[in-house]
């Protein structure tokens, strides 16, 4: 029966440890200066030497040289603290995840009264001791704050923020980190040469990096594969082999990892899905695959950025190893193999709790073979013909996008640039197809500035190269018209202000918008900044225009304007939402003859907002200019403002004007004395001289609200 390697090969002096010179320094400093405190607090991850330093610190203080920093190994103390020792009665180890109650704190504290039985000084190591309860801590406090001469502290810990503040702050804390890989891969190695222990290439790497840094697990996980081995006929010593390594370990075999990244550098999809299956057929985690695949492109992305100094980053690889890797990396390219990586990583954080990592590895592999040319996009393999101008004498200013002479089926997305494309479509031979369809090519571009007329011409060029890449984009910027272009500035005009919101959308740095810019530089050959705005902020479009002036306002019927309140909302309804509907109050003209002829007076109307959509508060409706009523004149069907020159005295006098509703109010004929003489220019009357012409009063104050097509 043989003892385990952490065991066999502790280390028994500060000198031996390796990795740690942060805390074996200071610690050695202190002891060389006899400035050794009363309490310690060694943290850090599981593994990395902190009991055993404590242990280690321990034979310092109490060696019979001592205080020393290098313990003699002879003395009883020394021999008792070692690999083989029994432990002393001076030193007392307590586990703190068993021990962590008020009781074996004042336990632990009548023990400490007393003096050394044998050496220098009481030494209470304390492991786990985040596991100490708070209460255990504070019966502890007044003993770590001041304890007796012969009595040092040493709390090990892998979690030091549970151990209580006031304990904390009473210590000299070391913090111990893990093992650098460089450094454990060269002790691994004096390791299994000191046990003569023959190790295949590769086979330490992959322990070094299972272990994680910590010294306790990878000699344990070496300890492992070296009692799984079998002795070699040859030499009669023990043989770890790599198959063995890789297949206890669960890493991804080298050749598999070597067969991925040729089929993913050659664009072979049979390759690269066979591969796939093989890992799944030997019951292979995915997530490890994908693992694997991603530290392997990492080395190759050092080889590309390192070149023959990629040795000294990448230790522990074999010179064949490192000439066959090159190679691979000669062949990918450091954008590529950065693009290949990105994916990568992005499929190992969808596969965290994935219910099929089956398909998502599957997945994966098809994305880096569409972006690494495995897989022809069909824009590329198979273009699709469009419908191209007929190239004229003159250039002719085009105004909306050209009809497809016939509907084109959907093509699939691809994940390259959209100019490069656009490109390959343009440059691709076509004149057979053209010919069998009776589409005419289009014409070569032509030298010289890019205006707004070859802007139109070349629109629909522009959106067969970007149907090609993207059916969405296509769909949004199809709609839009070129309304104009002042340098790099394209100014957009669009239907509807959502299409111009789905035009702006951006989805990490891709969306139409980005597309669309993309198309234009494949066929015109400059990048072009953008100015989307909706129709009604450009104006309309030339087609939309037309010479036909609009027909005259026809003058209201009065039959029609009393035929209730709701006759004006009617037919404000009918008219556009982006207009105000204005309701005119009679005028003379509408007016019988009388005897006595009157100036005519001007026409009263509404004030009208020119832009309601901007205001912040409803509009209220209010008179602008009123004419003396006749006998017989309907008044119109609107609630009055209030004015702030309201009289007050005269409110006696007048009659109440009935809620909408109600047949209309025919104003009663006044004395040709009475009614005033309307002045020249637009005038605007109080509340008193509304009261007095049209025998009115004031009921209430609503707010105007806009027609829109769905108020009736």
């Known amino acids: 029966m043989t003892t385990a390697l952490y065991r066999r090969y502790r280390p028994e002096a500060f000198g031996e440890m390796i990795g740690q010179s942060q805390v074996t320094e200071p610690l050695m400093t202190a002891l060389r200066s006899d400035r050794v405190g009363h309490a ?221 990244v040729d089929a993913f550098g050659a664009g072979d999809a049979a390759a690269a899905f066979s591969a796939v299956d093989r890992v799944v057929q030997t019951g292979q985690d995915p997530r490890r695959f994908v693992d694997d695949l991603l530290e392997r492109l ?57 219910t099929s990592p089956r398909l998502q590895l599957e997945l994966m592999v098809a994305r880096v073979l569409a972006h690494t040319g495995g897989v022809a996009p069909a824009a590329v393999a198979a273009p699709v013909p469009v419908a191209a101008p007929v190239p004229l004498a ?96 394209l100014t957009l005009s669009f239907r509807s202000q959502s299409d111009v919101a789905k035009f702006k959308k951006l989805n990490a740095g891709a969306g139409p918008s980005e597309d669309l810019r993309q198309a234009i530089l494949g066929v015109l050959g400059i990048r072009v900044k953008y100015l989307a705005k909706h129709d009604s902020e450009t104006g309309p479009s030339p087609q939309a225009a037309s010479p036909t002036p609009p027909p005259p306002r026809q003058a209201p019927d009065p039959r029609s304007a009393g035929a209730g309140p709701a006759s004006p909302a009617r037919a404000a309804a009918a008219a556009p939402v982006t207009e105000w509907a204005v309701a005119p109050i009679p005028t003379d003209a509408d007016a019988p003859p009388i005897d006595e002829p009157e100036p005519p007076a001007p026409v009263a109307q509404f004030a009208v907002d020119d832009e309601p959509e901007d205001a912040t508060e409803p509009a209220r409706v209010q008179v602008a200019t009123l004419a003396p009523p006749r006998e017989g004149d309907v008044l119109p069907d609107r609630e009055v403002e209030q004015s702030v020159e309201a009289d007050e005295q005269d409110e006696d006098d007048l009659d109440i004007v009935p809620d909408a509703g109600v047949p209309p109010v025919v104003a009663p004929r006044l004395p040709a004395t009475a009614a005033p003489r309307a002045p020249a220019g637009i005038q605007r009357y109080g509340e008193s001289v509304i009261r007095q012409v049209l025998g009115a009063t004031f009921v209430r104050e609503e707010p105007y609200e806009p027609p829109t097509r769905f108020s009736s």
Request: charge should be negative; charged fraction near 20%; proline fraction near 8%.
């Open 298 to 354: 990492r080395d190759l992305i050092v080889i590309a950025a390192t070149g023959q100094g990629a040795a000294n980053v990448l230790r522990g690889v074999s010179t064949e190893d490192l000439d066959r890797m090159t190679r691979q990396a000669e062949v990918f390219g450091a954008a590529r193999l950065s693009r290949t990586a990105d994916l990568v990583i992005a499929t190992l954080d969808e596969m965290t709790g994935a």
């Open 394 to 489: 003159a250039p002719v200013p085009v105004t909306a996008p050209a009809p497809v002479a016939e509907p084109i089926p959907p093509v699939a997305e691809p994940t390259h640039p959209v100019a490069a494309t656009v490109e390959a479509s343009r440059s691709a031979p076509v004149a057979d197809t053209s010919k069998r369809s009776g589409i005419v090519p289009p014409a070569p571009a032509t030298t010289g500035p890019i205006d707004l007329h070859r802007m139109r011409d070349a629109w629909p060029e522009v959106l067969a190269g970007l149907e090609s890449v993207s059916r969405t984009s296509w769909l949004v910027a199809s709609g839009a018209r070129v309304a104009d272009l002042d340098g790099d500035v």
């Open 40 to 260: 310690y607090l060694f943290s850090g991850p599981r593994g990395c030497g902190k009991t055993t330093s404590a242990r280690i610190l321990a034979r310092c203080l109490n060696c019979a040289a001592g205080p020393t920093d290098t313990p003699c190994g002879t003395c009883d103390s020394c021999v008792e603290l070692g690999r083989g020792g029994g432990g002393s009665l001076d030193v007392v180890e307590i586990d703190a995840a068993s021990h962590n109650g008020v009781d074996d704190a004042r336990d632990l504290r009548e023990r400490a009264v007393f003096a050394p039985a044998r050496d220098r000084f009481k030494i209470f190591i304390l492991d786990e001791a985040h596991m100490v309860t708070p209460q255990g801590f504070n019966a502890l406090l007044k003993l770590v704050e001041e304890p007796p001469d012969h009595v040092k502290f040493i709390f090990a810990t892998t979690e030091p923020e549970k151990v209580i503040g006031t304990i904390r702050s009473r210590t000299h804390h070391y913090p111990f980190r893990l093992v650098p890989p460089a450094a454990m891969l060269e002790y691994v190695q004096q390791l299994s040469e000191t046990e003569g222990v023959v190790v295949e290439p590769g086979v330490l790497p992959l322990v070094v990096r299972a272990g994680g840094g910590s010294p306790r697990d990878t000699l344990s996980l070496l300890d492992q594969l070296i009692a799984g081995s079998e002795l070699s006929a040859e030499t009669g010593g023990v043989v770890v082999r790599y198959e063995r390594a890789v297949a206890l370990l669960g890493y991804t075999h080298a050749e598999l990892l070597d067969e991925v």
